[in-house]
């Protein structure tokens, strides 16, 4: 039995929302499927799609063969990477989070040291003092 993922029409004359299942490759297109995978309704504004990952990623693996519509919403939706990651297809390398030193401490953001071209090009966020002022136009004259 082929065993495919595709879509299902529903709703009224003009307003169409489909289904995503699984169904048999011979069924009809609105025939009883095997599992509901989640919905696509192409005229709300953006176009609404909810798919069940774990499920979808699940009938893949089974050998499952989505229809060139229902690929491009797995596409959208993320799972055909999920799926392509976990059978082995897309190699990830995964970036280790940075791990501090037992006992060592966290240094604040304020004591971070600043790169001298960093520093030069950054407008000062504190406003000078008068004296701050006074004392620039004396160094200034001298």
Known sequence: MAVKMRLMRMGKKKSPFYRVVVIDGRAPRDGRY????GRYDPRQEPSLIEIDADKAIDWLKKGAQPTE???????????????????GKIHTVKAAAPVAAPGAEEIPVEEIPVSEEVAETAEPTVHETEADVAEDATTEEE
Do not use: F, H, N
């Open 34 to 37: 095997i599992d509901l995978l």
């Open 69 to 87: 519509a229902v690929r491009k919403l797995l596409e959208i939706s993320g799972t055909m990477s999920r799926y392509k990651v976990a059978a």
